[in-house]
């Protein structure tokens, strides 16, 4: 059996893109549409078993001092390793994904002086990884099935279905496909800085491939004065919130008009896309996370990896001399 590591070029990226589509186990975030917008470099690994795709493996790069560093582009919650070998037995599997990843974590500490990565949910197994001086961790996210609307409104907390019922009593105007860049005071990641996040996200919105399966939802007041705003991705699983807030300014604007852009989102999701899991990305701040947890989601581990290659030297020589003494 052969195994080998291709490095996909930009020529071949449409069907790199194809391949992970068709992947249950790959996101739109796997995919090279996010990555095109950024100035930094993209690289991606395909690892084979006799011409049979395994794992894949994408990320951003650039160059700070001389050292190759991957990145992980803005509002990107996952980014790297993708699955494709799922129709062998467990040991086969198991075997496969070792050489695999012995191919991958060669190149990578080859190819990059500084490696942060956040894994899909998807990826379970992360072993082999430690094994060769990567340091993992976990985050989460909550995931909200949306098979059945009155479900899943039922599994939201009774204030949250309170407050949203409250909400939508002052009848906000609810607008599809608003533009990204014009509604950038409502998101709460971009408040604090939005001149930094503007080149970004007008390179998000002229994305041709990203305004099929993005869509930005506004709720206004009846004389067009912006209450909050969400702006959500989706692939072929499930739908990912990116960004959202809330007008500050306006009168009686609360989070509560949030929550109910984001109901609107997972309604969309599910009646428009027919899709049945909506992403909430989830957070490790504590009053975010509450936020989040109260639309009744599954709550999901996923895992981060980190390598430094100096780091890991600096690991060795520690070894070594506590051997001598």
Known sequence: ?????????????????????????GTLFHQTYFYE????????????????????????????????????PPFVPYIGLVDFNKNSTPATYYWDIKKAYSLLVERLKTNFNKISLRLAPEINDVQYFIWNGFIPGVRYTYRVPILDLKHTWQNFDGNRRRNINKTLKSNPVILHNQSLTENIELFRATQNLPKKWMDYLSSIERNERLKKCSNVILLTDEDGVKLAGVYIVWDQ?????????????????????????????????????????????????????????????????????????????????????????
Request: no cysteine; hydrophobic share 35%; net charge positive.
């Open 1 to 25: 059996m052969k195994y080998a590591l291709h490095e996909i070029e930009a020529g071949d990226y449409e069907e790199w893109n194809n391949l992970v589509a068709q992947s249950e186990e």
């Open 237 to 325: 699983n499930r739908s990912y919130y990116i960004l959202g807030g809330f007008n500050k300014e306006a009168p009686g604007a609360t989070q509560s008009y949030t929550s109910l852009a984001l109901w609107e989102a997972m309604k969309f999701t599910k009646n428009v896309l027919g899709l049945d899991e909506f992403d909430l990305e989830g957070s490790m701040i504590p009053g975010v996370e509450e936020f989040f947890r109260k639309f009744g989601g599954q709550k999901v581990p996923y895992f981060t990896l980190h390598y430094h290659k100096k780091s890991h030297l600096m690991q060795n020589v520690v070894k070594i001399v506590k051997r001598i003494i």
């Open 37 to 72: 917008s950024l100035p930094d470099h993209i690289k991606i690994y395909l690892i084979k078993k006799n011409k049979q795709p395994i794992i894949g493996f994408i990320t951003s790069y650039t160059i700070r001092k001389g050292e190759a560093i991957n990145t992980r």
